[in-house]
Nanobody
Framework: QVQLVESGGGLVQPGGSLRLSCAAS????????MGWYRQGPGKQRELVAD???????NYADSVKSRFTISIDNPKNTMYLQMNNLKPEDTAVYYC??????????WGQGTQVTVSS
C-alpha cells in the first residue's frame, strides 16, 4: 500500500512562497487522481488542487493563478508551488492519491502558516 508523506510547510509572511512536497512510498505512475487539500482552523477540509493521470488539473477559485500542482513520476512525488500567499491560506495541507482500485490514500498533513 502506498504511503504519502508531506513536507515543506512552515511560517511565511504574506506575499511569500512555499513549495509543498508529497512523497509516495511506491509508484504513482498509474494513479487515477492526485491532489492537495487543506483544512483551516474551524473549517472543513477543502480541495486546493488536483490532477488526473490524463493531465487535467483543477484548482479552487481562491488559489487560481497563485498555486501550481505538478507531479514528478520518476521521483514518485507531487508538488504544490504556492506563490503570493495570503493569511487565509493558513491551514494544514494534505496530499491524496486515488488509484483505480482501492480507497484514497492520505498523508499526515503539513502546517502552513501565513502571518506577518
Amino acid at each position: 500500500q502506498v504511503q504519502l508523506v508531506e513536507s515543506g510547510g512552515g511560517l511565511v509572511q504574506p506575499g511569500g512562497s512555499l513549495r509543498l512536497s508529497c512523497a509516495a512510498s511506491g509508484s504513482i505512475f498509474d494513479f487515477n487522481n492526485m491532489g492537495w487539500y487543506r483544512q483551516g482552523p474551524g473549517k472543513q477540509r477543502e480541495l486546493v488542487a488536483d490532477t488526473t493521470r490524463g493531465g487535467r488539473t483543477n484548482y479552487a477559485d481562491s488559489v487560481k493563478s497563485r498555486f501550481t500542482i505538478s507531479i514528478d513520476n520518476p521521483k514518485n512525488t507531487m508538488y504544490l508551488q504556492m506563490n503570493n500567499l495570503k493569511p487565509e491560506d493558513t491551514a494544514v495541507y494534505y496530499c491524496m492519491v486515488k488509484f483505480d482500485i482501492g480507497p484514497s490514500r492520505w498523508g499526515q498533513g503539513t502546517q502552513v502558516t501565513v502571518s506577518s
